[in-house]
């Protein structure tokens, strides 16, 4: 087994362990963490074997699979698929660490749906088998459908079924037309089907059919519905990974398989959804400012800033393409942060209403401080990770349409005054109420969950040039592909004639 695919199994075996063996609570959470835990470990070896300056696809492993149909088990990683398996393993430990007291009912099933669906989301981002990959998304329904429909809140189960339904009518479409490629190309492997030449009316119904699945992922306007009641019922954990790693299939398929194996189809298509891109930022910065329940409002600004990451991907060029990458980093870290923090003050109020804080940062200054960090990082302040992805997907959107990239900018005003705006009802003016006065501050332990993202958060913001160079040299690849620049993306021979 190669590391790659070691990584990918690490929390499976986990999950396997919690089903055959017999534990107690204590031992559920150590294998959720050491599982979990050697993941990222193992991530983080993949980071130092891969050569940054290699746009192609690295450190393959193949093995058949199903051989009569001419499918394999075959898994590579570039520069976008590793920050992003990097962000889930990331992730993944903390949760588990944030759920500690937050979830007691039937722990080991919890602690076994997160580890089944990391392994499932992990194989998204590896697959270069068309078959796998579409059989590793949907899996990731399973896990997730759980985890809101067993542990969220009082409309848990209305909330599943929607997210369960939506996702499931892109995945079929999907899979219907992997299923002509392969008939075309005689396999499902990434890189055969990648050098299919298909007709314009071919490519607009299967850019379409793979669009419609990848949206509803993100999601983009207007099929993001599910997204606020997902948010809004699942636990702590669930929105966690939503906003943190799930969304980011969406916007990474679009980027791993729409531009590439449609070029003329992107093209056609790229005007519109740049429209409905500045649409859902609009849109979701608008209601976000709305709300009255605090963990309803992050997840309305979650549709619009992931709106900009959908923008700068379909604004075609290497300066908002490769900054929609960091971007995805960047929402993963700073709005899975304040559902965290959404988390820990819910476990002490049981309320979500803005209208019943007040004046926190006097009772609880550690806290405050945090979830002003992190809110500064949301609204893209400049020193913080939120500014060095939102900026260039502007500064590369302006470069190719002007009207997207004004009327998007809007976008981050918005956000400011959202995030702000709740904030200071939250945690300033007088301290009152009974309730307020007993809020106690975090934990040591909720303090330890929480370090390591702020810490990325910030030392992404005064020093992105290493995600950035993690990142571009596949995103150059991938433009070229796509027929939307002629440079040779970085790490590429380039013949020089006499």
Request: net charge negative; glycine share 10%; aromatic share 10%.
């Amino acid at each position: 087994m190669g590391l790659l695919t070691l990584t990918i199994a690490l929390p499976l075996i986990g999950a396997l362990a919690l089903a055959l063996l017999e534990t107690d609570d204590r031992t559920t959470r150590l294998v959720g963490y050491l599982s979990s835990g050697a993941a990222f470990v193992a991530s983080l070896v993949l980071l130092v074997r891969f050569d940054v300056g290699d746009a192609g696809l690295q450190l393959a492993e193949t093995v058949a699979w199903i051989p009569t149909i001419n499918a394999t088990f075959s898994v590579a990683v570039d520069g976008v698929s590793l920050a992003l398996i990097v962000l889930t393993t990331f992730l993944v430990p903390l949760i588990l660490l944030a759920s500690m007291h937050q979830v007691t009912d039937r722990l080991k099933g919890y602690v076994a749906a997160f580890l089944v669906l990391e392994t499932a989301v992990l194989g998204v981002f590896a697959a270069t088998d068309l078959l796998l990959f579409v059989v590793f998304f949907e899996f990731t329904l399973v896990p997730m459908y759980l985890i809101i429909g067993i542990w969220g809140g009082a409309l848990r189960r209305y909330a599943a079924v929607k997210f369960f339904l939506y996702t499931t009518l892109g995945g079929l479409l999907m899979l219907v037309a992997i299923l002509y490629l392969h008939g075309q190309a005689g396999t499902f492997d990434y890189e055969g089907i990648r050098q299919l030449q298909l007709g314009i009316t071919e490519q607009r119904w299967l850019f379409s059919a793979f669009l419609l699945a990848f949206a509803i992922k993100v999601p983009i306007w207007p099929v993001h519905t599910w997204l606020p009641a997902a948010h809004t019922e699942a636990p702590t954990g669930g929105s966690v990974f939503l906003a943190g790693v799930l969304l980011k299939m969406g916007t990474f398929g679009l980027l791993r398989y729409c531009l590439p194996l449609f070029p003329d189809a992107t093209a056609e298509f790229a005007p519109w959804l740049l429209g409905l891109s500045v649409v859902g930022i609009l849109y979701g910065a608008v209601v976000a400012l709305m709300q009255h329940d605090i963990k309803k409002l992050i997840a309305y600004s979650s549709v619009s800033h992931m709106g900009f990451v959908v923008l700068g991907t379909f604004a075609l060029n290497a300066t908002a393409t490769s900054a929609s990458v960091v971007q995805m980093v960047n929402h993963g870290l700073s709005t899975g942060a304040l559902f965290l923090l959404i988390g820990f003050l819910y476990e002490r109020r049981h309320t979500r209403q803005i209208a019943a804080f007040g004046g926190l940062a006097k009772q609880v200054p550690i806290m405050a401080g945090l979830w002003l960090v992190v809110s500064l990082s949301s609204l893209a302040l400049p020193g913080l990770n939120g500014f060095v992805g939102e900026f260039p997907i502007l500064l590369g959107t302006f470069q190719t349409s002007r009207w997207a990239a004004i009327l998007a900018s809007f976008g981050a005003v918005l956000a400011a005054l959202y995030l702000l705006w709740a904030y200071q009802r939250m945690f300033h003016g007088p301290l009152e109420g009974a309730d307020n006065l007993a809020t106690t501050d975090l934990k040591a332990r909720e303090i330890g969950v929480l370090a390591p993202i702020v810490v990325l958060i910030v030392a992404i913001g005064l020093y992105p040039k290493p995600l950035f160079d993690l990142v571009q040299p596949s995103v150059d690849r991938v433009l070229v592909e796509a027929g939307a620049t002629e440079l040779e993306p970085a790490g590429a021979i380039v013949e020089v004639q006499p």
